[in-house]
């Protein structure tokens, strides 16, 4: 068990630009989920998948977001046209069935 | 719709003294219930979780939560503070044990010598 794994940890980028983010569950999880945090405040859900199909999706959750998980593994959140307001730490959580949720420490994100 | 208020956004106690970290709930039906312990630059910890039964119940790091329907709350303690507890504290509910979670906006904890 070597816990959800995130990548980039901080990633830099200027506005308008697009952003991907990559998360690796703890294997053999089958629910993926994904957070936003923004500074001060506690996270909010923003989707999640059950192996490869992506069962639920926030508001919050604009068209310049997309999220997939292809083989019900890794997942990717990528951002198009990033905005001011997209700065945020973006957490992944997995878990098996219906155990609590392991979160990952988070990727960073910084807009220029 | 589900939602957890954490009254207190920041509490200083003396290391040894008591903690306590409040947090309120709105839920329709039964509530999952956790406390999760977040580190700077850090994911979030599960300390521990209610759904059922007795509720008083026992996490890891010496914490404790007592569930209490008719107040809607469900608050967080130890009987004694150490340094490395110094952290930000979230409480969340959820309508399943996985299901997605709605948090409270947190509160930090700065532990005094």
């Known amino acids: 068990d070597t816990g959800v794994s995130q990548d980039p940890r901080h990633k830099i980028t200027k506005r308008g630009q697009n952003v991907t983010f990559r998360c690796d569950p703890i294997?053999?999880?089958?629910?993926l989920y994904w957070y936003r945090q923004t500074l001060g405040q506690g996270p909010e859900f923003l989707t999640y998948f059950q192996n490869e199909a992506q069962l639920e999706k926030s508001r919050l959750l604009s068209d310049r977001f997309s999220a997939e998980r292809p083989k019900g593994s890794f997942s990717t959140l990528e951002i198009q046209r990033t905005e001011q307001g997209d700065s945020a730490m973006y957490l992944c959580?997995?878990?098996?069935?219906?155990?609590?949720?392991?979160f990952g420490d988070g990727t960073r994100l910084s807009i220029l | 719709a589900q939602s957890v208020t954490q009254p207190d956004i920041h509490i200083t106690v003396s290391e040894g003294a008591s903690l306590e970290l409040r947090c309120n709930y709105s839920?329709?039906?039964?509530?999952?219930l956790f406390w999760y312990v977040q580190s700077p630059g850090q994911g979030l910890q599960l300390l521990l979780k209610y759904f059922s039964g007795d509720t008083l119940v026992q996490g890891i790091k010496g914490f404790e939560a007592e569930f209490k329907r008719s107040q809607s709350s469900f608050n967080l303690r130890k009987p004694s503070v150490h340094w490395s507890d110094a952290a930000e504290y979230f409480c969340a509910v959820a309508n399943t044990n996985a299901g997605k979670s709605t948090f409270g906006d947190g509160t930090t904890l700065t532990v005094k010598p």
């Open positions: 839920y329709g039906a039964t509530p999952y």
């Open positions: 294997s053999e999880h089958n629910r």
């Open positions: 959580a997995s878990s098996l069935g219906d155990k609590p949720q392991h």
